[in-house]
């Protein structure tokens, strides 16, 4: 598997995440037809989302498109709108075969954030993501992390899978008062059901 190419740098904003490293995009791989393999193991079409629902934990946000900032590092929602979601538009659509990476504060602007509940979710909650082109990809959650920032696992989170999978982050742990910043990412893992 190709490598993965990343920056490592933090964002220093009150109440805000660390931006996560980047990914290099890469090409999608190709899907085997539905007749040998089923939609959630051969993936939807790419299709932008446009909002994210977790019901478990009362978590509703429309998704705006995050980018690259000028050091590499992955865009975050603006911290004043605590609530916003984005997903990383350089990674899969959520349902397309590979993963998908959704982004959401745990706090701004001492606030809750639309994350702040994140680390409740456990193996077997679902999560849905509503598509511009009208289809709903619904995932179950696989696994649940918090790591420290310095050791983001970039290969874990953007690396190529065979199924459509989704990545949720936010911040957590303790925090930092001299960086104004969380210690910890949490990293939930879900896929396509």
């Not at 539905?34 to 051969?42: D, R, V, W």
């Not at 498109?65 to 350089?90: C, F, I, K, S």
Request: negative net charge; aromatic residues 6%.
């Amino acid at each position: 598997m190709k490598r993965l190419a990343i920056a490592v740098v933090a964002l220093a904003l009150l109440g805000a995440c660390a931006t996560p490293p980047a990914a290099e995009p890469q090409a999608a791989p190709p899907t085997a037809s539905a007749t040998t393999q089923s939609p959630a193991t051969a993936g939807m079409p790419p299709s932008e989302p446009t909002e994210i629902r977790i019901s478990k934990i009362g978590a509703v946000s429309s998704l705006v498109p995050l980018g690259l900032n000028p050091d590499n590092t992955v865009e975050v929602p603006p911290v004043e709108q605590p609530m916003q979601a984005g997903w990383y538009r350089h990674a899969r659509t959520p349902g397309e075969a590979g993963p998908a990476v959704v982004l959401g504060h745990v706090d701004g602007n001492k606030q809750p954030g639309i994350f702040f509940r994140l680390k409740e979710l456990i193996t077997g909650d679902e999560i849905e993501v509503s598509r511009k082109d009208g289809t709903t990809a619904k995932f179950r959650v696989q696994r649940k992390e918090q790591i420290a920032k310095d050791s983001f696992p970039t290969e874990a989170v953007y690396g190529e899978t065979d199924v459509p999978e989704l990545r949720l982050i936010t911040c957590g742990g303790s925090f930092d008062q001299a960086a104004h910043s969380y210690r910890d990412n949490v990293i939930v893992y879900a896929r396509l059901i």
